[in-house]
């Protein structure tokens, strides 16, 4: 199994997932960057992702939906505020209305991930800040953990594959 752990911490307002990886950071971090790659595990296999826009530099901005089972496509957003090739980047996420623009009635979550070499592996650490009690606790209603916990758990086959 990809992911190792996952700690939610209420009081924080934090859900931290850890996993880990038999390829190299380079590789792990274009998971991150190829918007082709990327939308191939970012939704649970029930959920894929497809990324409209997938504009990888600090201020850029990526759009994306996922499409259901019956066929709805929630859409999200990113807008990416840091990143240190090829360790760490930061991002707000948000939920978007049909046309992609921003529904601000859900929040917007930040995210900070970041790459590590531990015993020749790559271990990622995704973090994830709340803006309430509320807002962590209807993430978790909408099935975030498992969902994400899924959709890591496509990277491995992908880092199979020949290297890009």
């Not at 019956?70 to 990416?80: L, N, V, Y």
């Not at 590590?116 to 271990?123: H, S």
């Amino acid at each position: 199994m990809t992911v190792v752990s996952i700690e939610k911490d209420v009081e924080a307002l934090t859900m931290k997932f850890i996993a880990e990886f038999d390829a190299g950071i380079d590789r792990v971090w274009q998971l991150w960057k190829d918007p082709r790659q990327l939308e191939r595990w970012w939704g649970p296999p029930t959920y894929p992702a497809t990324f409209e826009k997938h504009d990888f530099r600090v201020g850029g901005r990526s759009a994306y939906y996922m499409t259901g089972p019956d066929g709805e496509k929630p859409r999200g957003w990113w807008q990416i505020t840091a990143i240190e090739e090829p360790t760490r980047f930061e991002f707000d996420d948000g939920f978007a209305d049909d046309d992609g623009n921003p529904v601000d009635a859900m929040g917007i979550v930040h995210g900070v991930v970041t790459l590590d070499e531990v015993g020749g592996k790559t271990r990622m650490t995704s973090l994830s800040s709340f803006e309430s009690a509320e807002q962590l606790q209807q993430m978790m209603e909408m099935g975030m953990e498992e969902g994400m916990r899924e959709a890591m758990g496509q990277m491995d086959a992908i880092l199979a594959e020949v290297k890009v």
